[in-house]
């Protein structure tokens, strides 16, 4: 690249043990590019991995100890020099040389006596091609940065948003935040245990199981439209109660399925928070809620959410009750294996209670009455 920006003339390494040719060349690129000099191959090496890479390399073929060969086959090997381009020069104009130098991954080749004008016009093009090329290469590397970074943000906007709804569901049904943290874990937990099994393993991907642990604070989203004579009710729920608890499934369901219609494109996060939302409630054995589903018809992130979320009701205090150990809701969930629960989850959580007992030691404050969720 030809200018008289000081701070943006190209650098071109000169590789030759000739000092006529040595000469010359500097003279020919003097006041246009700086100019590095070379005597043999391994210096040619030591410069060009240095912290000052030239630009472009005119290289002698014909030299002692290592030849220009071997000196193009170690820089294109070398991450660091891999990319600087190669103008071989030389005496020879057989087209076998010319093919051999090609295949080491040479530019082009200048021929001996070398021709001044002939020199620069080459410099130009190739210089000029390596800029196109190191733009390319730095826009792609800069468009891909940028990906990485908003993706990254539309992920944390996605966390925000689900925790920050499922939190103000809780708060209205005098909950703390520790239960939809617990769950996600416990979901999250569960789902990469199942994974191990055949049946779930080509579902139940690394991504999906993020998604579902994202998805997991809006399974109560629907309370928001319970009211708080019932929601917020110190005792018992009648049944007339109990039957307008359970439309929070609903209310949830159609909220987060009008969030979906304002997008251009089906949003898998989403999709799974519906799921949840909805389908938490329904029982294997078909006596659940809303629509009283059973087995395999009841989506597996339902499935998985209904475990997760009895386990941590079973363990935190309510109105009737004190909280039960990890034992007792261990011995709970086991015999409602194939009622209650899909079994081969039973399964899956008993392999792993440790893990939940772990996770149910996060902050537990008092949660009200499992009749309401």
Not at 69 to 87: A, Q, S
Request: glycine fraction near 6%; hydrophobic fraction near 40%.
């Amino acid at each position: 690249m030809e200018t008289n920006d000081k701070a943006s003339i190209s650098t071109v390494l000169i590789v030759d043990d000739t000092p006529d040719d040595i000469a010359l060349l500097t003279k020919v690129l003097k006041g246009t590019y700086r100019t590095q000099i070379a005597i043999s191959g391994e210096k040619a090496l030591n410069i060009a991995s240095g912290e000052s890479p030239p630009d472009l390399i005119l290289l002698d073929i014909m030299m002692p100890a290592m030849d220009g060969y071997e000196v193009c086959r170690r820089l294109k090997e070398d991450p660091r020099t891999t990319d600087i381009p190669i103008i071989f020069l030389t005496a020879k104009s057989d087209i076998q040389d010319e093919q051999r130098g090609f295949e080491l991954g040479a530019e082009d080749y200048l021929i001996k006596p070398l021709s001044p004008p002939i020199v620069m016009a080459r410099l130009r093009t190739h210089l000029r091609l390596k800029n196109a090329n190191d733009f390319l290469i730095n826009r792609s590397e800069y468009l891909e940065k940028e990906v990485i970074r908003r993706t990254r943000e539309i992920s944390m906007i996605q966390d925000v948003a689900m925790v920050a709804m499922g939190s103000l569901a809780e708060t209205r049904d005098n909950e703390t935040g520790g239960h939809i943290r617990r769950t996600q874990f416990y979901i999250k937990a569960l789902a990469e245990r199942m994974r191990d099994l055949p049946q779930y393993k080509e579902f139940l991907t690394p991504g999906i199981v993020e998604l579902l642990h994202k998805s997991a604070p809006l399974h109560d989203i629907g309370k928001v439209g319970i009211p708080d004579s019932i929601l917020l009710k110190p005792g018992k729920l009648t049944p007339e109660e109990i039957t307008i608890m359970k439309t929070h499934t609903v209310i949830g369901r159609d909220a987060i399925m009008a969030s979906e219609l304002l997008l251009d494109m089906p949003s898998s996060f989403l999709r799974f928070a519906r799921e949840i939302t909805w389908r938490h409630h329904e029982k294997w054995d078909g006596t659940g809620y809303p629509e009283g589903l059973s087995g395999n018809r009841i989506p597996v992130s339902g499935r998985l959410m209904a475990l997760a979320d009895v386990y941590d009701a079973l363990i935190s205090e309510r109105v009737y009750k004190p909280a039960f150990p990890h034992e007792k809701a261990v011995s709970i969930i086991r015999e409602s294996s194939g009622t209650f629960f899909d079994p081969d989850m039973v399964l899956g959580f008993l392999d792993i209670e440790d893990q939940f007992e772990e996770i149910s030691q996060y902050d537990r404050k008092k949660e009200d009455d499992p009749d309401r969720g």
